[in-house]
């Protein structure tokens, strides 16, 4: 029998320093301990212990010349952490925050994720602490070159493929496979999230955005309700936002904020025009990582330094980085009368957040299945690789919203509870670890 708080115990001994994975760790495992401590397979084959060990780390050095002609030193990483269901999967992220801990929580989270979406993937991250804020383009060029030249040797198309992720878009992805390209010669797809002149997929920018809101659509039918006419609150303003933005406007939703690290963004107009989601992009491109200029382009309020969880809406969608949205801000939401909580960042609510919403009975999806939609059409953008051809926009839509309805479709059968309440948190749990700790049983240690 495993006990929940002396596993985490000596998981936090055995990896000292790592609050993130560990906390990672604990999200999932309060969700499956019922169902491990009930299945003597996976006791017998020593499934949570083999589960939370990654399979690998790689932690190597970068070093690049700035536009100073100064040289410059980062740390670069890539975790693969599980390969039971395919190869490694999972997007590379260069920000400031990165650590080593970030990232295995993040893989973590990929194993679960990528088994929600269906398709044959594995649970991988990678990245650096180099923050692209304020660089120019050609410093971003030399640092992704410099990072692929060391993260090449550990990739291939049936083992381990990389996407974007905070601070790696379309530009950085381009930059990196061209690289490996360089030194490979290879065209094989390795990332994700390629330009669609060399093997990207029609919708992968979108896909994240739109996923989170097909999902949530699907909440809402499941509970007798619609997105039409609802004011909703996001936060971020890169490619997930964008994508969230456009797919609530049209499924006749108002987002009425926006967010980054100076503040946020109150536009009870509606952020819903396809100037204003131009913008955003235009924002992104800049590397200034501030809102601010949007609101004086558009009439908008600006609130510096704050968070958009205080204003009243029917729905939050976290959308930018972990640990967004705390127990405070959950009161805040709750107080206010919010109905639905969509967690598309990776990890967006504290475990107090969550804690607040799941006992104020608020329907609460969390990310792993929430966010789905990138790596599902990742996926997709692999197999018409594989395949030398591409599909259509309509043929990637389609697929990806019926990969989000199976989701939704899997939290409801683990998740609906006696008084027919959905824990979406438990349900994607659960569905998620079942398939990865079945394949580990049958493909042995
Ligand atoms: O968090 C995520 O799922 C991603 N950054 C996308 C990963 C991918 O391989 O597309």
């Given at each position: 029998m495993y006990e929940l708080d002396s596993f985490i115990n000596t998981l936090s001994q055995k990896n000292p320093g790592e609050s993130e994975f560990i906390e990672s760790v604990r999200e999932v495992l309060s969700s499956v301990m019922d169902t491990v401590n009930d299945n003597p397979l996976y006791i017998k084959n020593r499934i949570l212990e083999r589960i939370t060990e990654p399979d690998r780390v790689y932690s190597f050095k970068v070093e690049w010349e700035n536009d100073e002609h100064e040289i410059e030193v980062n740390r670069g990483y890539r975790v693969q952490f599980n390969n039971a269901l395919g190869p490694y999967k999972g997007g590379l992220r260069f920000h400031s925050s990165v650590t080593l801990s970030s990232l295995k929580f993040l893989a973590f989270e990929q194993i679960f994720k990528n088994s929600l979406t269906g398709l044959p993937m594995g649970g991988g991250k990678g990245g650096s602490d180099f923050s692209p804020k304020g660089k120019s383009d050609n410093e971003i060029l030399r640092f992704c070159r410099s990072y692929m030249t060391e993260l090449q040797k550990y990739l291939g198309p049936d083992t381990d493929v990389p996407a974007g992720d905070i601070g790696v878009g379309g530009r950085e992805i381009g930059y990196l496979y061209g690289q490996y390209k360089r030194i490979r010669g290879e065209n094989t797809g390795v990332l994700t999230g390629k330009g669609l002149e060399f093997g990207g997929s029609l919708i992968r920018p979108e896909a994240t955005g739109f996923g989170t809101m097909y999902f949530a659509s699907e909440m809402l039918k499941a509970h007798s309700d619609s997105m039409e006419g609802k004011r909703i609150a996001i936060s971020g303003f890169g490619n997930v936002a964008w994508g969230a933005v456009m797919k609530a406007s049209q499924m006749g939703a108002r987002v009425i904020t926006i967010s980054g690290p100076d503040g946020y963004i109150l536009d009870e107009k509606g952020i819903n025009t396809p100037e204003k989601w131009s913008y955003m992009l235009y924002l992104r491109s800049t590397n200034n990582d501030v809102v601010e200029p949007y609101a004086k382009k558009f009439g908008a309020t600006f609130v510096a330094g704050r968070k958009p969880w205080e204003v009243p809406v029917d729905m939050a969608f976290p959308c930018a980085i972990q640990n967004e949205l705390d127990e405070s801000d959950a009161k805040n939401l709750i107080s206010n009368g919010v109905k639905y909580v969509v967690e598309t960042s990776n990890m967006g609510l504290t475990r107090g957040a969550y804690e607040a919403f799941i006992n104020a009975r608020i329907p609460t999806a969390p990310g792993k299945a929430a966010n789905a939609g990138g790596?599902?059409?990742?996926?997709?953008?692999?197999?018409?690789?594989?395949?030398?051809?591409?599909?259509?926009?309509?043929?990637?839509?389609?697929?990806?919203?019926?990969?989000?309805?199976?989701?939704?479709?899997?939290?409801?059968?683990?998740?609906?509870?006696?008084?027919?309440?959905?824990?979406?948190?438990?349900?994607?749990?659960?569905?998620?670890?079942?398939?990865?700790?079945?394949?580990?049983?049958?493909?042995?240690?």
């Amino acid at each position: 029998m495993y006990e929940l708080d002396s596993f985490i115990n000596t998981l936090s001994q055995k990896n000292p320093g790592e609050s993130e994975f560990i906390e990672s760790v604990r999200e999932v495992l309060s969700s499956v301990m019922d169902t491990v401590n009930d299945n003597p397979l996976y006791i017998k084959n020593r499934i949570l212990e083999r589960i939370t060990e990654p399979d690998r780390v790689y932690s190597f050095k970068v070093e690049w010349e700035n536009d100073e002609h100064e040289i410059e030193v980062n740390r670069g990483y890539r975790v693969q952490f599980n390969n039971a269901l395919g190869p490694y999967k999972g997007g590379l992220r260069f920000h400031s925050s990165v650590t080593l801990s970030s990232l295995k929580f993040l893989a973590f989270e990929q194993i679960f994720k990528n088994s929600l979406t269906g398709l044959p993937m594995g649970g991988g991250k990678g990245g650096s602490d180099f923050s692209p804020k304020g660089k120019s383009d050609n410093e971003i060029l030399r640092f992704c070159r410099s990072y692929m030249t060391e993260l090449q040797k550990y990739l291939g198309p049936d083992t381990d493929v990389p996407a974007g992720d905070i601070g790696v878009g379309g530009r950085e992805i381009g930059y990196l496979y061209g690289q490996y390209k360089r030194i490979r010669g290879e065209n094989t797809g390795v990332l994700t999230g390629k330009g669609l002149e060399f093997g990207g997929s029609l919708i992968r920018p979108e896909a994240t955005g739109f996923g989170t809101m097909y999902f949530a659509s699907e909440m809402l039918k499941a509970h007798s309700d619609s997105m039409e006419g609802k004011r909703i609150a996001i936060s971020g303003f890169g490619n997930v936002a964008w994508g969230a933005v456009m797919k609530a406007s049209q499924m006749g939703a108002r987002v009425i904020t926006i967010s980054g690290p100076d503040g946020y963004i109150l536009d009870e107009k509606g952020i819903n025009t396809p100037e204003k989601w131009s913008y955003m992009l235009y924002l992104r491109s800049t590397n200034n990582d501030v809102v601010e200029p949007y609101a004086k382009k558009f009439g908008a309020t600006f609130v510096a330094g704050r968070k958009p969880w205080e204003v009243p809406v029917d729905m939050a969608f976290p959308c930018a980085i972990q640990n967004e949205l705390d127990e405070s801000d959950a009161k805040n939401l709750i107080s206010n009368g919010v109905k639905y909580v969509v967690e598309t960042s990776n990890m967006g609510l504290t475990r107090g957040a969550y804690e607040a919403f799941i006992n104020a009975r608020i329907p609460t999806a969390p990310g792993k299945a929430a966010n789905a939609g990138g790596v599902a059409v990742s996926g997709l953008e692999m197999s018409q690789n594989a395949m030398h051809l591409k599909w259509s926009k309509e043929e990637v839509d389609q697929r990806l919203r019926t990969i989000m309805e199976g989701i939704h479709a899997s939290c409801i059968k683990e998740g609906l509870e006696s008084d027919g309440y959905v824990n979406y948190q438990k349900g994607a749990n659960i569905s998620g670890f079942k398939k990865v700790a079945d394949a580990m049983c049958q493909l042995g240690y």
